[in-house]
């Protein structure tokens, strides 16, 4: 089993992919943290791809698909596995059918989660992230926030918060994905492949909506 979280960003992807990973046992690769580590590294392509993400825009398709090839061969891929942030154009999904098609797999299925624009502004403003553990938090919404404000409730040091989790950044990400992203869930929804959930939902509220819908367990 493999599936896709496909939405706006601010949508959940990322959320929604942990439970998964902790109750269901999926691997789970985020083509955000796939990037991020590239910038970590410092790397001649770390220091371009930061660039544009800073920028709020998306990086070159060759360089995504390379990037998630090389992620997928780390993976035992008798697991079930998840995909959050790619693909985001319909020449993306091409693409990535052709890397589960060398490696013998298909899309099994496309989770959209549906979030407006409003919605997930606020969730992006309010965004923190634990620098040691990774933890993700919201400072401005009701869901996750940290016990003491502003600092990680395992590791109990000051949360982070991304260069572009800003109003500008956010609106340009949003208007980048209704121009490129639809064709996306049109051509998974031609497919039979879609399921689509209400982004407003508390991922715990939808998790066993999924459950039988993905046809997984947790024995």
Known sequence: MNIIWIAPPAAGKGTFSSLLKEKYGFNHISAGDVLREQVALETE?????????????????????????????????????????????????????????????????VIFINIDKETGLKRVLGRRT??????????????????????????????????????????????????????????????GKLITIDGKIEPEKTLEDLKSLLGVNND
């Open 130 to 191: 634990c620098p040691v553990c990774k933890k993700g938090y919201n400072v401005l919404t009701g869901y996750n926030k940290p016990k003491e404000e502003n600092m990680c409730d395992d590791c109990h040091v000051p949360l982070s918060k991304r260069s572009d989790d800003n109003s500008e950044s956010y609106e340009k990400r949003y208007d980048i994905y209704m121009e490129e992203t639809r064709p996306v869930i049109e051509y998974y929804k031609e497919q």
């Open 45 to 109: 392509i770390g220091k371009e791809v930061k660039d544009v993400i800073e920028k709020g825009e998306m990086v070159n398709d060759n360089l995504m698909k390379r990037l998630i090839e090389t992620k997928l061969k780390t993976l035992n891929l008798e697991i079930p596995f998840m995909l959050d942030g790619y693909p985001r154009k319909l020449n993306q999904a091409h693409d990535y059918e052709e890397i589960l098609k060398e490696l013998g797999l298909n899309v099994d299925k």
